[in-house]
């Protein structure tokens, strides 16, 4: 996929970074890791984030209206979308490329798959961050904390235990 398609494809969907600042300063920093990641041309962790991306912009689209899946489910909503934008650029290069979809609940989430014993799903909505794992035999382990648009430590944790 070419820059210019993926940029293309982000502001039909995402709208850009929301940002509660309204100084030049502010919008400068909340369209930062958008750009540090479009301008990586490297085959690696430019098609790592191209790949991610174009997944959060197609669960947006798929999801973009109530009812999308028949059932009452709720639209995935541009702040929702913006806050995965977000989030998923805080993810190490070290973790795989997490498969991305929109939940009913109107959350996108970021799934990590070892195996059917080794699961972590971590979700948001652009209000909360939620995760939970399946790490073997252990308890499964959840938490939440509000979206603050950085990637938990806790979240990120589970996901290396589920994936290590």
């Known amino acids: 996929m070419t820059q210019a398609c993926l940029a293309h494809?982000?502001?039909?969907y995402s709208d850009a970074y929301a940002s509660g600042?309204?100084?030049?300063d502010?919008?400068?920093?909340s369209m930062k890791p958008k750009r540090e990641a479009l301008a990586d041309n490297s085959v690696t962790i430019g098609h790592r984030y191209a790949h991610l991306f174009q997944q959060i912009v197609n669960a947006r689209a798929a999801a973009e209206l109530d009812?999308?899946?028949?059932n009452g489910a709720s639209a995935v909503t541009s702040l929702t979308a913006n806050a995965a934008f977000t989030l998923s650029t805080a993810?190490?290069?070290s973790l795989p490329v997490p498969l991305v979809q929109a939940e009913p609940t109107g959350e996108i989430t970021f799934e990590w798959y070892k195996d059917r014993r080794h699961v972590a799903v971590i979700a948001v909505d652009g209000q909360f961050?939620?995760?939970?794992?399946i790490a073997g035999t252990d308890a499964p382990r959840s938490g939440a904390e509000p979206y603050l648009r950085v990637l938990p430590g806790a979240a990120l944790d589970v996901v290396r235990e589920v994936l290590g």
């Open 9 to 12: 494809s982000y502001r039909r």
């Open 21 to 24: 600042g309204v100084s030049q």
């Open 26 to 29: 502010a919008e400068e920093l």
């Open 67 to 70: 009812n999308w899946d028949g």
């Open 91 to 93: 993810f190490p290069q």
């Open 129 to 133: 961050v939620r995760w939970s794992a």
